[in-house]
């Protein structure tokens, strides 16, 4: 049994963290993975309406878009021109499970060396693609990288780094910490917009530019990667037991007590030693159902907040209702500058708060906003009009800009941050490559499919949308408990105070006295 699991007839312990220089330096450095992510992610929305891209590569979406009659909706519905946003994700996809295993034998640090190369390499074919082939090349090697690095991280960087800051980070601050990842990916996408709104102006070549600087993070995170050390969780599970609890002195500051900490940490490590194979068929047995279902849950609902497909194809989106391209990536700019600002203040407050009333409250803020996207583009159709006139398309834009902000004050750092908080040790790196491959293939369908159903139920795919947040919504306030402040190790308290989870802790501690007394 887990050591969530044996922590439900115990208080939460206080560990006496603090915040030290080198706790905020290895964070820092791990939740900088996600500036690859972030950038990966905007520079393609931009790109894939930049004239001169799809002059090399997509002609004929260009001799489309420049036809007197045409359905707006419908100018970039090519399957091949999304498959280059998309094939990001179903590599990731595929490279996080892998990263799971490599991370016990590696480390989290040499995962994160792993990715930043993947990603590094991914920049250089793309930025040199001469052919639509190599374009999905080059995004599938970046995808392998965003799936080794990832967790999300970052993810990841999607596989490593929010495990990494949430093992590290002191429990009080958690969130902050661990939502630094994320914080990161909104930079790297803030980034991302900024470039595109220049290279766009380039001919030609003005494409490869953008898609060619991922290389910088990609060297900043190989370089980063020689100078943060492994997080004592990973240090036991591998053998060097010594040298985690240095680390864990040296990350808590040579005067604080780690005596409670890390004898937690070796416990913990102990019991996932003896349970070390078959951490997926484990992960679906009885006594980690509400791991599973809430593991399952975030990512899926997650999906299906719309906000994918609108941060990646926010540039297509503006170009649709009527903005020129530049114009339409000037608004993606602020789009992310709005987001930055949401993931900033979400870092802040909720440590405070707590993560619930996050997720209910951008739940709801994002509901309203695409219902009135909706209503806007319903009203267009009724019309028959051709392209949105101006005061619909500006509502559209703020509309966007508004459900941005709620998403990035809740679902958007949470994502990261609930998985990463919730699992018991000895499944945690399974249970997040699970997480994250979800995301990840939720991600490609959506993006692969969503500009083939716009041009086909218009505004009828945002009503979906509201119809998984108010799921989402209902399912958080039913069945999500609070984590904020309570320690990794002694997370199983939570569900034993839920009221429908602390039947199965019930369950699981009964049958375990059953099989002591025989």
């Not at 500036?35 to 799809?54: A, H, N, P, R």
């Not at 492994?230 to 036991?236: E, G, N």
């Not at 119809?467 to 939570?494: D, N, R």
């Amino acid at each position: 049994m887990s050591r969530g699991l044996l922590a439900v007839e115990s208080n939460v312990p206080n560990y006496r963290e603090g915040i030290t220089f080198s706790v905020m330096m290895t964070c820092l450095m791990a939740a900088s993975c996600g500036l690859i992510f972030g950038y990966d992610s905007g520079v393609s929305g931009g790109v894939t309406q930049m004239e001169s891209f799809l002059s090399e590569f997509f002609p004929e979406v260009l001799s489309e878009m420049k036809k007197e009659k045409h359905d707006v909706y419908c100018k970039y519905d090519n399957q091949w021109l999304t498959a280059f946003t998309s094939s990001l994700y179903i590599a990731g996809m595929l490279s996080s499970l892998l990263a799971s295993h490599m991370t016990r034998m590696v480390g989290r640090q040499g995962i994160m060396l792993i990715g930043g190369a993947l990603f590094l390499a991914g920049s250089i074919v793309n930025a040199a693609a001469v052919s639509i082939a190599m374009l999905i090349i080059g995004r599938m090697l970046l995808g392998f990288g965003l799936g080794f690095t990832s967790q999300e991280t970052l993810f990841y960087t999607t596989q490593a780094a929010p495990v990494y800051l949430s093992e590290s980070a002191p429990a009080r601050w958690r969130g902050a910490f661990t939502s630094a990842y994320n914080a990161f990916v909104v930079i790297g996408i803030l980034f991302a917009t900024v470039t595109n709104y220049f290279t766009d102006r380039i001919p030609v070549w003005g494409w490869r530019v953008s898609l060619g600087l991922a290389a910088i993070p990609s060297v900043v995170i190989v370089a980063g990667a020689f100078f943060v050390s492994d997080t004592p969780s990973s240090l036991v599970l591998r053998g060097y037991p010594h040298r985690a609890r240095a680390t864990l002195q040296h990350i808590r500051g040579p005067h604080a007590d780690v005596d409670a900490e890390f004898k937690d940490i070796v416990l913990a490590a102990n019991q996932a030693h003896k349970n070390d194979k078959g951490a997926f068929k484990r992960l679906f047995s009885k006594q980690y159902r509400q791991y599973l279902v809430i593991g399952v849950a975030i990512p899926v609902f997650y999906g299906f907040t719309g906000m994918v497909v609108i941060a990646m194809f926010s540039p297509l989106l503006f170009r649709t209702v009527g903005f020129s391209s530049q114009n339409a990536i000037l608004g993606s700019v602020i789009n992310s500058a709005i987001n930055l600002v949401a993931t900033l203040l979400s870092s802040f407050i909720m440590d405070r708060i707590g993560r619930k009333f996050l997720f209910i409250f951008g739940g709801l803020g994002m509901m309203i906003c695409e219902v009135a996207i909706s209503w806007i583009m319903a009203d267009h159709l009724g019309k028959q009009e051709g392209i949105m006139p101006g005061n619909y398309a500006t509502s559209v834009l703020v509309l966007i800009w508004m459900c941005t902000f709620s998403f990035g004050l809740s679902w958007a750092p949470l994502r990261y941050v609930v998985p990463s908080e919730i699992y018991p040790v000895e499944v945690r790196s399974a249970g997040q490559a699970m997480s994250i491959s979800i995301t990840f293939c939720i991600s490609f369908l959506e993006l692969q499919v969503f500009i083939a159903l716009l041009c086909t139920m218009k505004y009828v795919v945002f009503l979906l949308f509201v119809i998984c947040l108010l799921a989402m919504t209902i399912f958080v306030v039913m069945f999500l408990p609070e984590t904020k402040g309570v320690p990794i190790e002694s997370m199983g308290s939570v569900w034993a105070q839920h009221w429908f989870w602390r039947r199965f802790t019930m369950n699981v501690k009964q049958e375990s006295q059953t099989l002591l007394v025989k």
